[in-house]
């Protein structure tokens, strides 16, 4: 069989111009002209080609060329820089500008709140486009791992477990010294341990000023190299990280809009991401859905409250475990008497209120409860059987009636296609292990970055680039 070699050495006859090597249904296109589309001016980003000075580079251009990089997993300023000498659809993009990697860290660096508006005004293009209709809205959240290590993270028992250490190592070279002074022959070395005499008491200092913040600041624990992260677990073990939110449309599952957090959980997130998303499209959602993360009944009742059908399910209900003999179900609780009433008919009062869980408590005198037959196994305490019951118990029933309805078991079901999909996409697709910046306004920049970049795509797959450019252009 023939083999094909190339040559080359081969005479060839190149286009005139850059715009010939990129098709005209290139998705590159589309970028160039949804990021024309974006109001530099809401964002916060100036722009003054007659200004006097230095010639910068267009500011369009740079946002092009990182949403444009982060769409292909070339998110550091030295690879973006390396692509705008070597990638055609770079040098398109940019007019064949070559901006080095200072200046496109230094651009990302100063744009930071500008940039994490981006998302907002592309989810407000898709709602012009007809992409995005807002009336069924899926909150989700996932962590993604701090541009800083566990190492540094620092709790207070840590910082006292540190400075036990160095005291005693302190005492150890104070000893060393000691015993080197009065035996000259000795094989220690007074230069070596004044040095790290010197090292320990520096390194004391520094725990100990880190132990005083987190008293003054009342935390319960602190990263030296990004304070705004926490140590957060995940499947793939216990990281520095941060817990990115999404909401996310139910007609073609693009991201309305986004957040990061430095919680390690969803419990209280749920009224503000609905609230940032509603902002966003200008109108009241009518169903807001999660999963049951974010059951929290402060928080759902915050929704509720402005009209919306809340589709949350309870732990409970989430967990599927079918309820124990004497459960709290088979207690009925009386209003009237604002008590509970046993199996056997005893009656269970109220005893104290408990404001930090935000639940009252209840219970049996403690002779009926022994002198029951099924003592030891509804309950084997000594002071008898104890009911809780939140101090909302009545929303958290309505709530859960609400998640049983069909129509909302068929939303539910709807949530894992939409609103995981986008995580999955910047995981998996874009290669997203960690984020690059540090600190809270530096990682909403650069997820509101990633969230664009998948709306984007979407809105690519679904409109294609040519049908994308004809109604961008008609805006």
């Not at 006859?13 to 290139?26: C, E, M, N, Q, R």
């Amino acid at each position: 069989m023939a083999y094909r070699y190339g040559n080359r050495n081969q005479n060839l006859l190149f286009p005139l111009s850059i715009d010939d090597y990129v098709g005209k249904d290139d998705p590159v296109r589309a970028y160039d002209v949804i990021i024309d589309s974006l109001d530099f001016a809401e964002l916060g980003i100036e722009l003054t080609p007659n200004k006097v000075g230095c010639p910068q580079y267009d500011p369009k251009t740079m946002l092009k060329l990182l949403v444009y990089g982060c769409s292909y997993s070339v998110r550091s300023s030295r690879k973006l820089e390396r692509e705008t000498h070597y990638n055609l659809s770079f040098m398109w993009l940019t007019g064949g500008l070559k901006p080095d990697h200072k200046t496109i860290a230094e651009f990302r660096r100063n744009n930071k709140k500008p940039l994490a508006k981006v998302l907002r005004q592309c989810a407000r293009l898709c709602v012009k486009l007809g992409l995005i209709e807002g009336n069924t809205l899926f909150v989700d959240g996932s962590r993604i791992r701090a541009n800083a290590s566990l190492k540094n993270h620092w709790g207070i028992d840590k910082c006292r477990k540190y400075l036990k250490h160095i005291d005693k190592r302190i005492k150890e070279i104070l000893a060393e010294c000691e015993a080197a002074d009065e035996d000259e022959q000795g094989q220690g070395s007074l230069v070596e341990l004044a040095d790290e005499l010197k090292g320990k008491e520096q390194l004391k200092a520094k725990v100990k000023a880190i132990l005083d913040e987190l008293k003054d600041q009342d935390k319960e624990s602190t990263n030296t190299t990004d304070p705004d992260c926490r140590a957060m677990h995940s499947r793939q073990g216990t990281h520095a990280a941060y817990n990115a939110q999404s909401v996310v449309d139910d007609k073609h599952g693009l991201i309305v809009s986004c957040d990061v957090v430095s919680d390690n959980h969803d419990t209280y997130q749920f009224a503000e991401q609905v609230e940032q998303a509603n902002d966003t499209l200008g109108h009241k959602c009518r169903t807001a859905c999660a999963d049951s993360g974010y059951c929290d009944i402060a928080e759902l009742e915050k929704i509720d409250a402005q009209q919306i059908d809340v589709i949350v399910p309870s732990h409970r209900q989430a967990s599927g475990t079918k309820p124990k003999p004497f459960d709290k179900s088979d207690f009925r609780y009386d209003s009237q008497r604002d008590c509970y009433i046993c199996p056997e008919g005893q009656p269970l009062h109220y005893r104290r209120t408990e404001p930090e869980k935000r639940r009252k408590v209840y219970r049996i005198k403690r002779s009926l409860c022994r002198q029951c037959q099924h003592f030891g196994v509804c309950t084997s305490g000594k002071i008898g059987r104890k009911v809780t019951r939140l101090l909302k118990e009545e929303l958290r029933d309505r709530f859960e009636a609400q998640y049983q309805r069909p129509e909302s078991k068929a939303v539910y079901e709807r949530r894992k296609q939409k609103v995981e999909l986008p995580f999955g996409h910047i995981k998996h697709n874009l290669k997203v292990s960690g984020f690059l910046l540090r600190g809270i306004a530096g990682t909403r920049a650069e997820m509101s970055l990633l969230s664009t970049c998948f709306n984007v795509a979407r809105m690519i797959t679904v409109m294609g680039v040519n049908r994308l450019k004809c109604r961008l252009a008609c805006l």
